[in-house]
């Protein structure tokens, strides 16, 4: 890199159709907040299927679950409370009032970001909490579905199919993946 140079990706948003940038940062790598549209990542390397890899886009839409922006807000509520700063502190709740209209979007917005992805230029990264989640994108044949983090060697983490319907519920899988109660071990998490 050079100095004053920024390295960026510019393109179309597909919802409302006006300029995207993402910027390389070095502490959060390729991201993109999309004035309260759509968030973005670029995503180089794909998960990995034993040995197998993947052809994938290189632009994913952000997709958070409930649980994720719960999980987000409680965070940021911790950080307002401990925050001494009066103009930081009404900086970090309208943060939160920002998350909490973003409740329901995930779900809302499946089928709309299912039909983006149907042609190949985006794929679909789904923050499900906790660390977990998973990518979902066309290929030349098929949806191509990946868990990561995690939940990366669950046995339903994988998902390949030329059927719609199958890769809008394994979406919806992993926007609700951890509103049911999950056992680890001998431990019931909430």
């Not at 925050?83 to 998350?99: M, N, P, Q, T, Y």
């Not at 970001?113 to 230029?121: F, H, Q, S, Y």
Request: one cysteine or more; proline letters at 3%; a neutral charge.
């Amino acid at each position: 890199m050079q100095i004053g140079f920024e390295p960026k990706i510019v393109f179309l948003c597909p919802l409302c159709h006006k300029d995207v940038e993402i910027v390389y940062s070095r502490s959060e790598g390729w991201t993109s907040d999309h004035g309260g549209c759509l968030n973005f990542s670029v995503i180089r390397k794909t998960p990995t299927f034993g040995d197998k890899e993947f052809r994938a886009p290189l632009v994913f839409i952000d997709l958070e679950s409930d649980f994720a922006v719960k999980e987000a807000i409680d965070e940021l509520r911790l950080l307002a409370s401990e925050e001494v700063d009066s103009s930081k502190r009404s900086k970090i709740e309208a943060g939160i009032r920002r998350l909490e209209s973003k409740i329901g979007f995930a779900e809302k917005k499946t089928q709309e970001l299912l039909g983006v992805i149907r042609g190949g230029t985006y794929g679909l990264r789904i923050v499900s909490g906790r660390s977990s989640g998973a990518l979902v994108w066309r290929g030349e044949e098929k949806f191509i579905g990946m868990s990561y983090g995690i939940a990366q060697n669950e046995e339903a983490g994988v998902m390949f199919t030329s059927q719609e319907e199958e890769a809008k519920s394994f979406i919806l899988k992993w926007i609700h993946y951890w509103d049911l109660a999950k056992v680890v071990g001998k431990k019931v998490l909430p």
